[in-house]
């Protein structure tokens, strides 16, 4: 069952687009102040969405810690996570995706599960 803790989070942004049906995927930022949906797998993403904001309302993006993520496909404890072109977590990441954390509890596709962020924005080399 996923769960989360206490997180670092960012808490002035805004959603650029709207982002209602984005919780738990992860964003990337579009400016200073506003996020917006991953839509490549190669996106450098900031964090993990915590809520679902529509266009211009605040988005509340975990950082760091441990959070719940949605699941691109299935996910075994320890998999080093990037992100797909949704913005979903992945496991067994390709060279020019960027390391965003690992798996804490195995998943299923369109789970919903815990893992450890720790955006590095390092490519997985």
Same mark, same amino acid.
């Given at each position: +069952?996923?769960? $989360? %803790?206490?997180?670092?989070?960012?808490?002035?942004?805004?959603?650029?687009?709207?982002?209602?049906?984005? %919780?738990?995927?992860?964003?990337?930022?579009?400016?200073?102040?506003?996020?917006?949906?991953?839509?490549?797998?190669?996106?450098?993403?900031?964090?993990?969405?915590?809520?679902?904001?529509?266009?211009?309302?605040?988005?509340?993006?975990?950082?760091?810690?441990?959070?719940?993520?949605?699941?691109?496909?299935?996910?075994?404890?320890?998999?080093?996570?990037?992100?797909?072109?949704?913005?979903?977590?992945?496991?067994?990441?390709?060279?020019? %995706?960027? =390391? /965003?954390? %690992?798996?804490?509890?195995? $998943?299923?596709?369109?789970?919903? =599960?815990? +893992?450890?962020?720790?955006?590095?924005? /390092?490519?997985?080399?």
């Amino acid at each position: +069952m996923a769960y $989360s %803790q206490q997180t670092i989070k960012i808490g002035t942004l805004s959603a650029a687009t709207d982002l209602s049906n984005k %919780q738990y995927h992860f964003v990337k930022l579009s400016s200073a102040t506003e996020v917006d949906a991953i839509s490549a797998s190669t996106d450098k993403p900031i964090g993990i969405l915590l809520n679902n904001p529509g266009a211009g309302k605040a988005a509340e993006v975990a950082l760091f810690g441990i959070v719940k993520v949605k699941a691109h496909g299935s996910l075994s404890v320890g998999d080093v996570i990037g992100t797909t072109s949704a913005g979903k977590a992945e496991g067994g990441i390709g060279a020019t %995706q960027f =390391v /965003c954390g %690992q798996a804490i509890e195995t $998943s299923a596709a369109n789970d919903i =599960v815990t +893992m450890f962020l720790n955006v590095t924005n /390092c490519l997985n080399t």
